[in-house]
Nanobody, 118 residues
Framework: QVQLVESGGGLVQAGGSLRLSCAAS????????MCWYRQAPGKQRELVAR???????NYADFVKGRFTISRDNSKNTVYLQMNSLKPEDTAVYYC????????????WGQGTQVTVSS
């Protein structure tokens, strides 16, 4: 089963940038889609971006043009480059995947805090 570990969060001023990383265990990484979610205090977890095994990407409207999801299959890692950060981007960011391998699996990372100050 895939396990996920995020890193790269921190405190940044509005307008700044951060890059999150999510390292995955296992040998099937290149075959599975990967997602970034976020959850702000008092709010529901929401999908930020998704990248398929083939590299196609989708973004939530609130990050389009500012965030970029990418993957490096040689490193079993997915990234989220976040530019032009806003205070409303403050949240815990989670890496996620789900796949079927004889049965359904879903994995979440532990989350990494991103705080954007105004």
């Amino acid at each position: 089963q895939v396990q996920l570990v995020e890193s790269g969060g921190g405190l940044v001023q509005a307008g700044g940038s951060l890059r999150l990383s999510c390292a995955a265990s296992g040998s099937i990484f290149s075959s599975i889609a990967m997602c970034w979610y976020r959850q702000a205090p008092g709010k529901q977890r929401e999908l930020v971006a998704r990248i398929t095994s083939g590299g196609s990407t989708n973004y939530a409207d609130f990050v389009k043009g500012r965030f970029t999801i990418s993957r490096d299959n040689s490193k079993n890692t997915v990234y989220l480059q976040m530019n032009s950060l806003k205070p409303e981007d403050t949240a815990v960011y989670y890496c996620n995947t789900n796949y079927i391998l004889m049965q359904y699996y879903e994995a979440w990372g532990q989350g990494t805090q991103v705080t954007v100050s105004s």
